[in-house]
């Protein structure tokens, strides 16, 4: 008989998604990281062992320089990966949130 600890087990090394709470709380962080974040597209945790790799895309003013646009992100990553249970998060920045995810990532 399979134990429902081997059960947790596998799915902790299979990308298994965060609970809605752990969502809302990256949700949360990333509105409130800084001034000039327009919009969160796309908020997603899997686990990776006991802890969750992390991807954030943020909308940000199309004005806005690279340099800006980039301490931007890295700050918001390194809050992120401040996080007990965040081993390793990913920030992608865009300047609209209309086209369709379909048209930029993998979907898995």
Request: charged share 20%; proline share 5%; aromatic share 8%.
């Amino acid at each position: 008989p399979v134990n429902t600890s081997q059960i947790f087990q596998v799915r902790l090394l299979t990308g298994y998604t965060a609970n809605p709470d752990f969502l809302k709380q990256l949700t949360y962080i990333c509105l409130n990281h800084h001034p000039l974040v327009l919009e969160i597209d796309t908020v997603r945790a899997f686990h990776i062992g006991n802890n969750f790799l992390v991807e954030v895309d943020i909308v940000l003013p199309e004005t806005l320089t690279l340099r800006e646009s980039h301490d931007i992100g890295e700050s918001l990553q390194c809050k992120l990966e401040k996080l007990e249970a965040v081993e390793r998060a990913f920030v992608h920045l865009d300047y609209e949130s209309s086209h369709h995810p379909h048209s930029e990532h993998k979907q898995v």
